[in-house]
């Protein structure tokens, strides 16, 4: 009796855990470009996060702790240019303005002896960006009717 109730118990905690981000969506666009309200205004704090990530893997054969190290410092480094970078890209497109509100860059190396994996180090990064979103523009008039496209 109890090992069925238990077993009960884990299966509606997967269901709320599978269900719930389903449930919490609610129709609103992720991207509000004009709030309806002031209220709304301040729960965005005139903003919205964007969240990006990279996962590679760089080949090597360190063959010392100083050689391991070098690698993974240049595997850092490439992640910390395309999180740079990222804010460019994103005032190139949606954003009218960028900064970078959190960080992590992670390495570790695979000092794997197997035929069938590559030495070397894979590096993963992320970062949440706060956004001030640019203004929707309105589409071009038609020349020929006078209304927009």
């Not at 205004?41 to 969240?51: A, E, N, Q, R, Y």
């Not at 391991?68 to 970078?85: C, D, F, I, M, P």
């Not at 695979?110 to 706060?130: D, K, L, P, W």
């Amino acid at each position: 009796m109890l090992r069925k109730l238990a077993s009960s118990m884990l299966a509606a905690i997967a269901i709320a855990l599978i269900s719930g981000p389903a449930m919490a969506q609610t129709g609103i666009s992720p991207f509000p470009l004009k709030p309806k309200s002031k209220t709304a205004s301040k729960l965005l704090g005139g903003g919205v996060s964007i969240s990006v990530s990279y996962q590679f893997f760089m080949e090597g054969n360190p063959r010392s702790i100083e050689e391991q190290a070098v690698l993974s410092e240049k595997g850092r480094r490439a992640v910390y240019t395309l999180l740079a970078k990222e804010c460019a890209a994103l005032l190139e497109t949606i954003a009218s303005s960028c900064k970078i509100s959190r960080a992590n860059v992670s390495s570790q190396m695979n000092t794997s002896t197997s035929r069938y994996q590559a030495r070397g180090v894979r590096v993963s990064g992320s970062a949440t960006y706060r956004i001030s979103l640019k203004p929707l523009s309105k589409p071009a008039p038609n020349s020929a009717t006078g209304t927009p496209q």
